[in-house]
């Protein structure tokens, strides 16, 4: 069992990642993912109905050098099943069942910024909308995500 208090196998995967101490517990025995840290995803605001974190463009680009459209999606369905996950609760868990992603416009170097907010926190689902932007602000793309919410069955 892992309480808030004792440091899990993943604490400085968590730390690097700018998890909030107060959710090391939580997260402590699994970390974030290892696609997460793949990524560069990087977590500046974390609750159940908002969600920020940031990704580099470098590493993350397909052929024609801009970032991935499946890049997007990660960051937006990593940012929606966090809050999704948060808002479950400790005895519950969030599996997605849904998500889509409207692409405005590339970006070839730089930073991007996802902002998960909450659409909908309800008993078995909740739906997240994530807006990618620039470091300019602009909007770069939309997703949303919808994750069913089920309770942790023991084995």
């Known amino acids: 069992m892992m309480d808030n208090f004792t440091p899990g196998p993943f604490e400085a995967e968590l730390t690097e990642?700018?998890?909030?101490?107060?959710?090391?517990?939580?997260?402590?025995?699994?970390?974030?993912g290892a696609l997460v840290v793949k990524m560069g995803i990087r977590f500046l605001e974390m609750s159940p109905e908002r969600t920020v974190a940031t990704m580099p463009v470098e590493g993350n680009t397909q052929v024609a050098g801009i970032l991935h459209g499946g890049a997007h999606v990660v960051l937006a369905e990593t940012l929606g099943s966090f809050s999704a996950c948060m808002?479950?609760?400790p005895h519950r868990h969030?599996?997605?069942?849904?998500?889509?992603?409207?692409?405005?416009?590339s970006i070839a170097k730089g930073l991007v910024t996802g902002t998960c907010?909450?659409?909908h926190l309800g008993?078995?689902?909740?739906?997240?909308?994530?807006?990618?932007?620039?470091?300019?602000?602009r909007k770069l793309s939309t997703a949303r995500i919808t994750n069913m919410l089920r309770d942790n069955t023991r084995a």
């Open 123 to 137: 008993g078995t689902l909740a739906t997240h909308e994530i807006v990618m932007t620039d470091e300019q602000g």
């Open 87 to 89: 808002h479950a609760g």
């Open 94 to 105: 969030a599996v997605g069942i849904e998500v889509n992603a409207t692409h405005h416009r």
């Open 17 to 32: 990642a700018g998890i909030p101490e107060h959710l090391h517990g939580w997260l402590g025995q699994f970390g974030i």
């Open 117 to 119: 907010t909450a659409i």
